[in-house]
């Protein structure tokens, strides 16, 4: 075997396993997941909820940006000696747009008793489902 059809062979391997862009119409409204994430993300940083339970749907850079936000937390929680407790809040508004095919950019309007916040996602499709490519609480 050649050299040259070794590495052509290993780079049809490689592209067979990696991820592969699913179209927007293969895949579900988002909103419901925008919506889920937001008050998830709400949760984290409350301490009620550990950020492993929204892996599946983060990105890697999201997933360390959230767990790094949350351990801050934790924190700042420890020097006030306030105890983690569930936050009562509500999705008023969940506004999406699409860029490009398989791609949601979303906002998700939170209002909790003290402030209302902004939760910025932006999701993309691989694999058959979507995933947060980015993430903000604003």
Known sequence: MSPHLAVHKTQDVHDLFARQHTSSA?????????????????????????VDQLARWLDEEPYETLVLR????????????????QPAYMVRRVL?????????????????PVRTRAVAIRLEG?????????????
């Open 26 to 50: 293969d895949l579900p409204d988002p909103r419901p997941l925008v919506s889920t994430l937001a008050g998830g993300v709400l949760e984290v940083l409350a301490g009620v909820r550990e």
């Open 96 to 112: 999406c747009s699409s860029p490009a095919d398989g791609v949601v950019e979303a906002t998700a309007i939170i209002t909790t």
């Open 70 to 85: 949350a351990n801050l937390a934790v924190r700042a929680r420890s020097v006030r000696g306030r105890p983690a407790k």
């Open 126 to 138: 691989y694999d058959g489902r979507w995933r947060a490519t980015s993430l903000a609480m604003l």
